[in-house]
């Protein structure tokens, strides 16, 4: 198992912190002190790296005598580089480390997301009890194309229905206007298959081309989420997160539509968590 727990993640952030704050301040007294060298030098510092040889090993010379503990810190901003980049899973790893099985259907996929489109990932609950074999079985059936991306089971375990590389029919219609307030004017690449429009309050139709769709199985007023749920959520983003290499804006759905009862009360303290730091507990 690759995927850390909050605790390991705590101790790598504790580690490796400190050292950036010390190796940004050497970057900063780097800019201070290259633009101390050109006023001495009577010259600018960038003509200077990029002219002889001769003025490459003045302004060397001049840093090296100036401060030897700038090499040292500049040393350590590289090596913070290397041990946060080992540091960090990759995607493939991440959704290695997922309980996730695939259940693709034909009508679930509605066009081509390139990674360029990516913004948003919208957390909704399917509000009911049933299983994702079950809502998924359901959603093919129904004959309106809908579905989200993934679909995280109370015990944890995820199944995924439409590629993050294609449009799912997650989170429908939203508020008129909403296309402009969010960014995602561009409805072009949604085949728009099965959409039915529900009114003029609600017409615009951009989301899902910029998004990824979760489905949490949850019913409003049941309860709690699991932890093995809230865990595996957590895991989910992180794989979302590292698979498109910038951490997308999470929504719940009914921010895109008003009224919308998804995501639940019960999830309203994660919900924060997840918008503050992308995992259902704060560190
Ligand atoms: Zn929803």
């Known amino acids: 198992m690759i995927r850390m727990n909050a605790a390991q993640q705590g101790g790598v952030a504790h580690r490796i912190l400190p050292r950036a704050g010390r190796a940004i301040a050497a970057c900063s007294l780097f800019g201070a002190m290259a633009f101390g060298v ?128 294609e449009i799912a029919h997650h989170a429908g219609f939203g508020d008129t206007g909403h296309n402009a307030a969010f960014g995602v004017e561009d409805e072009s690449r949604d085949d728009k298959v099965g959409t039915t429009p529900i ?26 989420y699991p932890e093995e749920q809230l865990q595996s959520l957590d895991a989910l983003i992180a794989y979302i997160d590292a698979y ?10 009914k921010a895109w539509r008003t009224g919308n009862s998804d995501t639940s009360p019960e999830f309203a303290s994660y919900f924060a968590n997840y918008k503050e730091c992308r995992a259902h507990e704060a560190p």
């Open 38 to 165: 050109s006023d001495a030098y009577g010259g600018d510092a960038r003509t200077s790296f990029d002219g002889d040889e001769g003025g490459r090993s003045v302004f060397a010379g001049a840093l090296r005598q100036a401060s030897p503990a700038l090499f040292k810190m500049l040393d350590e901003w590289s090596s913070f580089l290397e041990e946060a980049a080992a540091a960090r899973p990759s995607a493939e790893e991440l959704r290695a480390s997922l309980a996730l099985s695939e259940d693709y259907r034909g009508s679930f996929s509605h066009g081509p997301k390139p990674a360029e489109y990516q913004k948003y990932i919208v957390l909704h609950d399917t509000e009911g009890s049933a299983d994702a074999a079950s809502v998924i079985s359901w959603w093919d059936a129904s004959g309106n194309g809908v579905a989200a991306h993934f679909i995280v089971n109370k015990d944890g375990s995820i199944v995924q229905c439409v590629s993050l590389d």
């Open 199 to 224: 009114g003029d309050w609600a017409s615009d139709y951009g989301m899902n081309s910029y998004s990824i769709g979760i489905e949490m199985v949850h019913r409003g007023g049941e309860g709690d």
């Open 244 to 253: 498109y290499g910038f951490k997308s804006e999470i929504i719940d759905h």
